[in-house]
């Protein structure tokens, strides 16, 4: 059984101060839950997350790294400097990073590698635009942007891996992709990465699923067998309804 794993992505939100704010009321609302819980926040929110969140069962990430261990990369982190900042996960690849900051599946692969290497948590984003959806390349890319990504990482640290599956045009827009649909796309990234690495690595790896996750579809999308959580952007800001969707069982 994959233990299920809800992760809050607070994208460009949050001041360090509102960082310990929201831990802080997020902790008594989410302490009995099932699954893992983990807030990707801001890098220079991580100290006071990481100082808010001690002796509670919320972890701490980032969301994203540079793929060199140090040198003249202005404006860049490391995977060493967010490891000792406290970050235990890093989101790499999101739609926002590929979209607007020049991400590529091949820099993508270079930040999983790096990562790893380093001993954070991955959680790498996949996800079809609304128009590759319609010309029907959802499955072809989806596989292919989850292996390339995964390329040189052993079988054993594949099994590490957490792979969030988000339908570019269901982020931040509302439109969420129906419990069939993302079950089914989840499936087809399990099964590539069943060719490649074998059932047992598979059947381990956590898939998540991410795109206008909230309370109001959080139950029906657990309730499909594929999907092992969610990547929550929106309904992860405020402490009362991140709590509902970390608390889907309940
Ligand atoms: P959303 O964002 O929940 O606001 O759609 C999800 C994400 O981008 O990870």
Known sequence: MRKAIIAGNWKM?????EATELVNALKPLVKDAVCDVVVCVPA???ANAVEAAAGSNIKVGAQNVHFMESGAYTGELSAA?????????VIIGHSERRQYFGETDFTVNKRVLAAVKAGLKVIVCVGEKKEERVDGYTDALVSYQTLIALTGLTPDEVKDVIIAYEPVWAIGTGLVATDEQANETIGVIRKAIEGKYGKDVADTVRIQYGGSMKPANVKGLMAQPEIDGGLIGGASLKADEFALVVNYDK
């Open 13 to 17: 939100n949050k001041t360090p101060k």
């Open 44 to 46: 220079v929110d991580i």
């Open 81 to 89: 400097m967010l490891k000792e900042a406290g970050a235990e996960y």
